[in-house]
């Protein structure tokens, strides 16, 4: 069974929710209950775009046990045009493709089968913009 934290996440997960401080504007992904920009506590919901820049990433070589079969492959930071970071597997190219300033697009995919019931756990994974 997954974890509860993993249902806490669902709707930034599944619907790329963030949260945007009232205070100051901030935009944080997942949402949380103090912005860490100004402590205010008060949020507004805010769907997050499809597209997003990579900032920084990195290929991983040697994975957990539930990536293994995947390895090598390409972890990206990706800010979305509202500010927002999120951190993502890049696929359907060469993981020594990715760089800082690559368009992507986030879509949503399978990321792993959890537990020996095999339950299967979905987010977003970022793909080129060709």
Not at 58 to 85: C, D, L
Not at 106 to 124: A, D, P, V, W
């Amino acid at each position: 069974m997954p974890s509860p934290r993993y249902w806490r996440e669902v709707p930034a997960r599944y619907r790329l929710e963030a949260g945007r401080c009232v205070g100051c504007g901030a935009v944080v992904y997942p949402a949380r209950r103090i912005c860490p920009a100004c402590r205010g506590q008060q949020f507004e919901r805010l769907a997050l775009s499809r597209r997003g820049t990579v900032v920084t990433s990195t290929v991983i070589h040697v994975a957990p046990t539930e990536f293994q079969m995947e390895a090598p492959y390409a972890m990206a930071v990706v800010e979305t045009p509202e500010g927002a970071r999120l951190m993502v597997q890049v696929a359907d190219c060469e993981p020594n493709e990715v760089g800082p300033g690559m368009e992507v697009a986030l879509e949503f995919r399978r990321i792993r089968k959890e537990g020996k019931s095999g339950i299967l756990c979905y987010g977003h994974k970022a793909v080129p913009v060709r």
